[in-house]
Nanobody, 122 residues
């Protein structure tokens, strides 16, 4: 059974930084594309950043230049480095994965974590 477990969420002030982690386990059938999504109260879930099995990354325009998605060498842990955080970055952040990059980009990934809360105060 595939498991994704996020950590690292916290409350920070605007301009601060956080690094989220997502530990994966249980997938044995090839490689996964992975990504971060977020959902603020009353808003739809949005894609933050995705990294595919070849290491190519795609970011939302609202976070480009501030956030970086990366993986460790065994590709078992996904990271989201968030710099220059803004109040509008406040949301629950979810890690997601899928063998199909396009499904993940569309927010239809097969595997999802439980989420970690990020709160940015002004």
């Amino acid at each position: 059974q595939v498991q994704l477990v996020e950590s690292g969420g916290a409350s920070v002030q605007a301009g601060g930084s956080l690094r989220l982690s997502c530990a994966t386990s249980g997938y044995r059938y090839g490689t996964l594309s992975m990504g971060w999504f977020r959902q603020a109260p009353g808003k739809e879930r949005e894609r933050v950043g995705v990294i595919d099995s070849d290491g190519r990354t795609v970011y939302a325009a609202s976070v480009k230049g501030r956030f970086t998605v990366s993986q460790d060498s065994p590709k078992t842990t996904l990271y989201l480095q968030m710099n220059n955080l803004k109040p509008e970055d406040t949301a629950m952040y979810y890690c997601a994965a899928d063998p199909d990059r396009w499904k993940l980009l569309l927010g239809r990934g097969r595997f999802w974590g439980q989420g970690t809360q990020v709160t940015v105060s002004s």
